[in-house]
């Protein structure tokens, strides 16, 4: 027996550590027909890549076991979301898996100013035409082009209606404003639609046809007819010998942020600012044994801002509880950890993740918190759960993310349910069989709250859903995802519910 068991031993061990391999075809996701020259990768810890020949046909071998994100690259395409992560066991031998890719179009033209003159620099982007959302049926290509010295743009997009947006990313300007008795203003650009509108509702819409180019696309840029603005003030705890800066960031029209140094006496000035919402950090970059730190929003309207002071600090503390409900508590994978997951508009600070072990009271307390906008994270997640709320200092924070400015001790709670609900199917093709890959979207309102991928027998789940009204629904290559969300039959889950729902792809595998 003993030697029985220890052959078994050996065997899993054996099997374990065996590599696997893959095999596929990379096919145009419209005609069917195979694609050559297109880089297909694994990547995750390890990375894999190959090329498909001329039958589309491509193979990696020696993989080894994991879960992996799939991508596939060619010029003048774009990926299908089908298929974009695998998980792959010890010693499997995947042969038939599908890679599907669109025929992408190019939007190009140019950037001019108000008298016909290129400008460069500016960042293009496109923006599908309101209601219609960016179909998840196709992976984008970053929608933005940033203008040549010939003040030129090419935009590589699905296809769709868009509306083309630019404006005068490069907001401020360190220093004083300028002062001028030439008669002659300051001249800053505002954001500006296509051809020459100031405004969404004014746009023209310009459509993108899969595979045709659409060139001569020409934005005339509207100036700002406001007085620029200027912020001036101090910067109060750097020690004598350390440097800093000063971040102002246009929440707005998400402006690139504008970088100061902390001059002498701790001053600083930026001009040539529009009016609108900023974020403001200063921030010590060299000289000091720990980082500091300190984070504020202002509103500019018709005035400059001077005297504004920025204390530094180290980074805080934040302490709160954990509160669960509607099923036991017990997790046999151990202590849970809170997380703050840097989001939002605190970007341009950088990542600032922290976390804590919760205690058996379900109280927390977190160090070396930084100030900026965070999501809130609970880990390990049960099977079930859903946060049912998140709370700082008593109010409720949207989408659990959180806003820290470092001048308190914030309480944070929350609140996180048990009883979530499940709902699982399978999806078909046409003849009954299994339709792998397919994607099942979970709607409330108009924001996604699930979504996932039929695995390889048709079959799909999704967990810890929070008790509500919902739209559930899948989606087929080359199906509006505005119209198929709107049409979904509108579902209500409560408390530990378990809800089989089956879906027919319409397809043939």
Do not use: C
Not at 120 to 143: E, F, N, T
Not at 182 to 198: I, K, S
């Amino acid at each position: 027996m003993r030697r029985t068991v220890i052959l078994l031993s050996m065997m899993s061990a054996s099997l374990a550590a065996q590599p696997a391999s893959i095999e596929g075809t990379v096919v145009d996701q419209t005609s069917g027909k195979p694609l050559e020259r297109v880089h297909v990768r694994l990547t995750a810890a390890e990375a894999y890549g190959a090329m498909s020949d001329a039958s589309g046909h491509f193979s990696m071998a020696r993989v080894s076991p994991g879960k992996y994100q799939l991508l596939a690259e060619r010029t003048g395409y774009l990926q299908a979301a089908d298929n974009t992560t695998l998980t792959i066991k010890a010693g499997q031998q995947l042969t038939d898996l599908t890679v599907k890719m669109a025929r992408a179009s190019t939007l190009a033209g140019r950037v001019v100013d108000p008298y016909g003159d290129p400008v460069a620099d500016m960042v293009v982007q496109a923006a599908l035409v309101p209601p219609a959302k960016l179909s998840p049926s196709l992976i984008p290509l970053g929608g933005y082009s940033t203008t040549d010295e010939r003040g030129e743009f090419h935009l590589l997009v699905g296809p769709g209606k868009y509306h083309l947006h630019t404006g005068d990313w490069r907001s401020g300007r360190i220093g004083p404003a300028e002062v001028r008795t030439d008669g002659t203003a300051e001249m800053t650009y505002a954001p500006t639609y296509y051809p020459n509108a100031a405004s969404q509702e004014r746009a023209a819409v310009v459509e993108a046809i899969a595979g045709r180019d659409l060139e001569g696309l020409e934005i005339r840029l509207t100036t700002v007819s406001q007085h620029l603005l200027t912020v001036s003030g101090t910067v109060t705890g750097l020690p004598e010998g350390a440097y800093g800066m000063v971040v102002l960031y246009r929440t707005e029209d998400q402006t690139a942020p504008t970088r100061v140094g902390i001059g002498s006496e701790s001053k600083f000035t930026v001009s040539g600012l529009t009016p609108g919402v900023y974020e403001v950090a200063a921030i010590s970059n060299f000289g000091t044994r720990k980082s500091l730190v300190a984070r504020t929003k202002i509103h500019l309207d018709a005035s400059d801002l001077t005297n504004l002071e920025l204390s530094l600090n180290e980074p805080g503390e934040l302490g709160g509880t954990l509160e669960t409900f509607g099923g036991s508590a017990t997790d046999a994978q151990g202590k849970r950890m809170v997380r703050l997951q840097t989001a939002g508009e605190s970007w341009f600070l950088g990542e600032h993740n922290a976390s804590a072990a919760v205690g058996a009271d379900g109280s927390f307390r977190m160090m070396n918190v930084w100030p900026g906008t965070f999501r809130v994270a609970v880990d390990p997640f049960p099977e079930n759960a859903y946060l049912q709320s998140v709370e700082l200092d008593g109010a409720v924070a949207a989408d659990g993310a959180i806003e820290l400015y470092g001048d308190h001790l914030p309480l944070l709670k929350i609140t996180m349910g048990l009883d979530g609900a499940t709902i699982s199917g399978k999806v078909v093709d046409q003849d009954g069989g299994p339709s792998q890959g397919a994607r099942v979207y979970l709607m409330a309102d108009s924001k996604e709250i699930g979504a996932t991928s039929s695995s390889e027998d048709g079959t799909y789940a999704l967990k810890g859903i929070r008790p509500g009204k919902y739209r559930l629904f899948t989606l087929h290559s080359g199906e509006n995802f505005a119209a198929k969300s709107d049409g979904a039959e509108e579902i209500e889950l409560r408390p530990g519910d378990r809800i089989t729902k089956d879906f027919t792809d319409g397809k043939k595998q």
